[in-house]
């Protein structure tokens, strides 16, 4: 369950300058402007947070579809699909989420998803540190094994 950002990203790129950090900042900003939107079925991405060493997406669980103890018990699961989805966004010329991405890389930030039950307000939170997106952010003959 990984979140893409809602408007192409190659726009939103072209108009922010600035360093890194400055440049995610904007980028955050546009993005919240298109909040709360539909992920999928059961997701909802409802802000996205520059937070310390986090870019926090915040989303919210439907939990008619999806339990959050279900996922909290099956988060390596979880957590191995969003390293996937980011390998591939970084990675694949044709990814639209890859630039933001490679900026939050380059910020020196990792990636969080902070889930929300909808009814229970049971929360999981899966943190990708800005080591690992580095580390995904490389050709699969390049990454090194755990």
């Known amino acids: 369950m990984a979140v893409l950002l809602l408007v192409p990203l190659m726009m939103r790129m072209a108009a922010c300058s600035g360093s890194p950090q400055s440049r995610l900042k904007e980028m955050i900003e546009l993005s919240n402007k298109e909040c709360p939107a539909s992920i999928d079925h059961v997701t909802s991405l409802i802000a996205i947070k520059d937070e310390g060493n986090f870019v926090t997406y915040v989303c919210q669980i439907d939990e008619d579809v999806l339990d959050m103890d279900e996922m909290q018990a099956n988060r390596a699961i979880y ?22 991405l490679q900026l939050v890389i380059e910020a020196g930030k990792g990636l969080r998803h902070h889930y929300v039950g ?18 995904l952010a490389q050709p699969v003959d390049n990454q090194q094994k755990p």
């Open 79 to 100: 957590e191995q699909n969003i390293k996937n989805t980011f390998h591939n966004q970084l990675t694949l010329p044709e990814s639209t989420s890859g630039p933001f």
């Open 118 to 135: 909808k009814n229970s307000r049971k929360t999981l939170d899966i943190d990708i540190t800005n080591e690992q997106m580095r580390q």
